[in-house]
């Protein structure tokens, strides 16, 4: 992979800003695209983790027996009611070979 810098020959960096700076804007004279981001901004993001793993992956809430426990917790926990452990947030990232940074 090469990288690219802004110079006066190549002002790659500026051009990027540029055309992220229009597609805020477009994205945000869009109020589904601003309420969308609204609501995932307050998602606690082990929740949404572990939302994202289980579509992923198809699993239903007994799939994650061995790491959390009974099908009642893991839909507490879905649900904001209970929150992951550490523990469950060690066995979920071994299973899923994913960073435990993800849930926090």
């Known amino acids: 992979m090469t990288t690219s810098e802004d110079t006066a020959e190549n002002p790659i960096l500026h051009l990027i800003n540029l055309i992220a700076a229009s597609i805020e804007r477009y994205e945000n004279s869009f109020e589904e695209v601003v309420e969308f ?7 606690d993001p082990a929740i949404s983790t572990l939302r994202v ?4 992956n198809n699993l239903a809430y007994a799939d994650l027996k061995d790491e959390i426990g009974s099908k009642s917790l893991v839909s507490q926990i879905i649900n904001g ?21 993800l849930f926090f």
């Open 81 to 101: 009611n209970r929150s992951l452990t550490k523990d469950h947030i060690r066995k979920l990232s071994d299973r899923f070979h994913v960073s435990p940074e």
């Open 37 to 43: 981001e609204r609501a995932a901004d307050a998602l």
């Open 53 to 56: 793993i289980m579509n992923q």
